[in-house]
């Protein structure tokens, strides 16, 4: 079992982040910062197939593990991610077991699953598929996504499924789905959060959140959930240049020159 997973399983508590910056540069920044994960996010940025794989290697030279989030169920897509040596792959928008087991099939080779063998980077270009093929089953991280009304009122049933490592809740499309959106359904939101993670735990399984911001960790982690993915590249970019904007500003302000 790769160090990654063993983490994962383990309930040790990981936090790491979105990379939806198509340049292996914004990769490397962030595998610097401290991250003990990066999730690349092919879901939602406009991030090419060969790009992930560039991706990859960027935190690779780091030694930061690098998982994908794929743009959907298609067993190609998770097949790609991690014929490009990614260490995992999350799968969002799972609302039944039978989605959850697909997910799994797509991620380990037979008998587990239904992996295609082929000569991709994470095999050594076809050098060294035999040594690849005895380790990758023990070393992939399957996390899913749950994110649905649906996927919520199915959450014991997901839980249950044999080979997923990771329970992960999408706030903001659960928000959407749930109809509780802004302050008037935080309490809505956070019952049905709540549900998730402790279905989670009950079953064995690692429970994982998105937060946007550092304070939204401590409350998931006392009912626990342990894999956080906090923020992306691009919100710590944009908060970082609001941030010190903002304090350039005052700084011309106590001197007289705002």
């Known amino acids: 079992m790769s160090e990654f997973r063993q983490k994962c399983t383990g309930k040790?508590?990981?936090?790491?982040?979105?990379?939806a910056i198509p340049h292996p540069v914004a990769v490397e920044v962030m595998a610097q910062s401290g991250l003990d994960f990066l999730c690349i996010d092919w879901e939602h940025a406009q991030i090419s197939r060969d790009m992930i794989?560039?991706?990859?290697?960027?935190?690779?030279?780091?030694?930061?593990?690098?998982?994908?989030?794929?743009?959907?169920?298609a067993r190609e897509a998770i097949q790609a991610v991690l014929d490009s040596g990614a260490q995992g792959v999350l799968v969002p928008r799972v609302s039944t077991?039978?989605?959850?087991?697909?997910?799994?099939?797509?991620?380990?080779?037979?008998?587990?699953?239904?992996?295609?063998?082929?000569?991709?980077?994470?095999?050594?270009?076809?050098?060294?598929?035999?040594?690849?093929?005895?380790?990758?089953?023990?070393?992939?991280?399957?996390?899913?996504?749950?994110?649905?009304?649906?996927?919520?009122?199915?959450?014991e049933a997901i839980t249950a499924v044999d080979g997923v490592d990771v329970i992960f809740v999408g706030p903001g499309d659960l928000s959407v789905s749930i109809d509780a959106?802004?302050?008037?359904?935080?309490?809505?939101?956070?019952?049905?959060?709540?549900?998730?993670?402790?279905?989670?735990?009950?079953?064995?399984?690692?429970?994982?959140?998105?937060?946007?911001k550092p304070q939204d960790v401590g409350q998931w982690a006392a009912i626990?959930?342990?894999?956080?993915?906090?923020?992306?590249?691009?919100?710590?970019?944009?908060?970082?240049?609001?941030?010190?904007?903002?304090?350039a500003h005052a700084e011309l302000a106590r001197n007289g020159r705002s």
């Open 181 to 212: 959106l802004g302050p008037k359904g935080a309490d809505k939101l956070a019952d049905a959060i709540r549900r998730i993670i402790s279905a989670t735990v009950a079953n064995g399984r690692t429970a994982g959140i998105f937060c946007a």
């Open 224 to 247: 626990g959930a342990s894999f956080f993915v906090l923020a992306s590249d691009t919100m710590f970019l944009g908060a970082g240049a609001a941030a010190g904007y903002s304090a």
């Open 53 to 73: 794989e560039t991706m990859v290697r960027a935190a690779d030279v780091h030694r930061v593990p690098a998982m994908v989030r794929v743009p959907g169920h």
């Open 97 to 155: 077991a039978a989605q959850a087991a697909m997910a799994v099939k797509a991620s380990r080779y037979p008998p587990l699953g239904e992996r295609g063998v082929g000569p991709g980077r994470a095999a050594g270009y076809g050098y060294r598929i035999p040594e690849y093929l005895a380790e990758a089953n023990d070393r992939i991280v399957v996390a899913i996504q749950v994110e649905t009304s649906e996927g919520l009122a199915n959450i």
């Open 12 to 19: 040790t508590s990981l936090i790491g982040s979105f990379a």
